[in-house]
């Protein structure tokens, strides 16, 4: 049996009828990562021996019949964002190079629980700030599929990760985007839950209420397990809501009759209100240079397009109702989630300071201290992003930026309302092209900032959304499909996601 | 209350070099807020950077959001409370283990005030 070829559903399959065991999947995803984690570098920090032991451990307790769920044995990795108990947690930023944390993270206490086991922490942007896994404090993550290329990001090394078989799947977070397009560019399936389901306990704050915790992994069957694991009650985190129908496998149904799914035309480079319809197909063109931001805003690439509008024409042929409409505001959310996110960070990341834990430069006088701490231990990108952050909240500046972005938002929430009441689903891209090449976004970060159009405005709306691997372009680079659904609907989301996925040859 | 030099940029009329919106005194106000020290080089940067993204923000302004209440969180969540007790026991002594300087069980600081 080729252990890494199963996704986490089966392998945990395998270990629970006896045919393998929890100590052999560890070493086989140790054994693939001293190939090729080498050239990818998905970890920042890989435990072997804790891994191997942990794995044994939890063997005797499956041969117990104490653990009988269906994750228990299985390899996971945890974005370095996530707190571990006893077990480094850097952000991928050198002011946290020497954290241990005392506590792990609520999901991964869930998954612990469970019987998953930590293969180590993966590699991200700096506090989850990027969309490459570029800004890390400790060096680039390759993509699997081309490694002139990036993952994609913030949760890179996670993604790569699974894609590489360097675990079975893995925990990642999605502010504006973190899970869904990483998963895109490595080719595998990710999802950010609705607002509130999974507990940020131990989830390194960096726009609260942005930030959810959300698995990537393999199928969309092991999503749906291990959200179900995760999603559970927790009065640690104050905006987690208690949900009761996470029962989110009840939802793996090939079976999309009758679901009504819109897709937005500014999604996909074709504007209704000039154009019509879908098959109007040659009017995109225009739009179609790469990130145009004219008036309808967004730039598609052409593979990405015909990718996920023959998806679309996939769900259509299982009996999906599938049409064009616009939704509004779609140019907007950039800005309005770059203010936001920023004036969280801002706040969010006061904390490090040099006084409680991380690294601490010498200085004379505590404030000397603080500055000097925090200007040596963030990297640029932190630094841009707590800049803006103070100006947009600063007094006389305050009005006129956050709370006008926070207005806004509440009109971007209101279109997705609109769009809920007609449709089931939204349907369109994770990004507007595949994964860039190394080097290239640093360059010019406004672009890659703008590569985020399509996933941010879930995260200001609060909104569940996956990304299922829907091709790959003439450079074998993987396209993502996302699926955008009304809070509390991830049911909806799988049900076409797995219908989608079966039938996709 | 300090004010920043604020000229007219109408997007059209944007050039190279046309970031300025961010003078001197507000990269020093902010970096006090952020409690950065940044060398001037990353003064300059920062200039650059924080006036690109606030043309972009501007983007913003396109709307009339007159009457449209400020929405913070999505959900309509107030007043979440819990009981007042301690679950996880005394983890002071492993708490300590991170902090970059400590004394008889406490955190120990740079000098703070002079006498």
Redesign the interface.
């Known amino acids: 049996m080729e252990l890494l070829s199963l996704s986490a559903v089966e392998l945990g399959k395998a270990i629970k009828e006896g045919r393998t065991t929890a100590v052999e999947a560890m070493e086989a995803v140790l054994s693939q990562i001293e190939k090729s984690e080498e050239v990818l570098h998905c970890y920042i920090t890989i435990n072997k021996k804790k891994a191997l032991n942990k794995a044994a451990e939890v063997q005797r307790r499956i041969d117990a019949k104490e653990l009988t769920g269906p994750l228990a044995g299985v390899p996971m990795a945890v974005k370095d964002n996530l707190c571990t108990e006893g077990m480094l947690t850097t952000c991928a930023s050198a002011i946290l190079a020497?954290?241990?944390p005392?506590?792990s993270a609520e999901a991964v206490s869930r998954l612990e629980k469970a019987g998953a086991v930590i293969v180590g922490k993966t590699n991200m942007d700096e506090f989850a700030m990027g969309s490459t896994t570029e800004t890390s404090a400790y060096g680039v993550t390759r993509n699997p599929h081309h490694r002139e290329h990036v993952p994609g990001g913030s949760s890179g090394g996670s993604a790569a990760a699974v894609a590489a078989g360097e675990c079975f799947f893995a925990l990642g977070s999605d502010t504006g985007g973190s899970i869904r397009q990483p998963a895109s560019h490595c080719g595998v399936v990710g999802m950010k839950p609705t607002?509130?389901t999974v507990s940020r306990y131990g989830l390194v704050a960096y726009g609260s209420?942005l930030d959810q915790v959300g698995p990537l992994c393999k199928t969309v069957e092991d999503c749906a397990v291990i959200l179900q694991t995760i999603a559970v009650p927790d009065?640690k985190d104050?905006?987690q809501?208690a949900r009761e129908d996470t029962d989110f496998t009840s939802a793996l149904k090939k079976d999309v009759r009758g679901m009504r799914i819109g897709i937005p035309g500014d999604y996909i480079g074709l504007s209704p209100r000039k154009h019509g319809d879908l098959s109007s197909k040659e009017h995109g063109e225009e739009n179609c240079q790469e990130y145009s931001h004219g008036e309808r805003g967004i730039g598609i690439d052409s593979q990405v397009r015909e990718s996920v509008l023959r998806a679309a024409k996939i769900l259509m042929e299982q009996g999906a109702v599938v049409e064009e409409f616009d939704l509004d505001?779609v140019?907007?959310a950039?800005?309005?989630y770059?203010?936001i996110a920023a004036a969280e960070a801002?706040s969010n990341l006061?904390r490090f300071?040099?006084?409680?834990?991380?690294?601490?430069a010498g200085?004379?006088?505590?404030?000397?201290?603080?500055?000097?701490t925090?200007?040596q231990g963030?990297g640029?990108e932190v630094?841009?992003r707590?800049?803006?952050?103070?100006?947009?909240?600063?007094?006389?500046y305050y009005d006129a930026?956050y709370?006008?972005?926070?207005?806004?938002?509440?009109?971007i929430?209101k279109a997705f309302e609109q769009a809920f009441a007609k449709y089931d689903c939204i349907l369109g891209p994770v990004a507007p092209t595949t994964a860039p090449k190394l080097g290239e976004s640093l360059t010019d970060?406004?672009k890659m900032y703008l590569g985020d159009i399509y996933t941010i405005s879930v995260n200001l709306?609060?909104l569940p959304a996956i990304s299922v691997p829907c091709g790959s372009d003439s450079r074998g680079l993987p396209i993502g499909l996302q699926l955008i659904g009304d809070?509390f609907q991830e049911k909806k989301l799988l049900q076409a996601a797995y219908t989608y996925e079966k039938c996709r040859s | 209350?300090?004010?920043t030099v604020f000229r007219d940029f109408r997007s059209e009329e944007r050039g190279e070099g046309m970031t300025e919106r961010?003078d001197d005194e507000?990269?020093e106000?902010?970096?006090i807020?952020?409690?950065?020290?940044?060398s001037a080089e990353?003064k300059e940067?920062?200039k650059k950077?924080?006036g690109?993204?606030?043309d972009?923000?501007?983007?913003?302004?396109?709307?009339d959001?007159t009457g449209?209440?400020?929405?913070?969180?999505?959900?309509p969540?107030q007043n979440?409370f819990?009981e007042d007790v301690i679950t996880?026991g005394d983890?002071s002594t492993?708490?300590l283990?991170?902090?970059?300087?400590q004394k008889e069980g406490m955190?120990s600081?740079?000098?703070?005030f002079d006498s």
């Open positions: 020497n954290y241990v005392t506590y607002y509130g209420s009065t104050a905006t809501i505001l140019e907007y950039i800005p309005v770059y203010t801002s006061e300071d040099g006084i409680k834990y991380g690294f601490r200085a004379k006088g505590l404030h000397e201290m603080y500055k000097k925090r200007s963030f640029q630094k841009k707590i800049m803006l952050g103070s100006y947009v909240l600063s007094s006389g930026y709370l006008k972005a926070l207005r806004v938002k509440a009109m929430k970060p406004m709306a609060g809070c | 209350m300090r004010k961010i507000m990269i106000y902010v970096s807020l952020a409690k950065l020290e940044l990353e940067q920062a950077d924080m690109r993204m606030l972009y923000i501007d983007k913003m302004n396109e709307l959001t449209v209440e400020p929405m913070s969180h999505i959900f969540v979440v819990r996880n983890g492993r708490t283990l991170n902090a970059p300087e955190f600081v740079p000098k703070t």
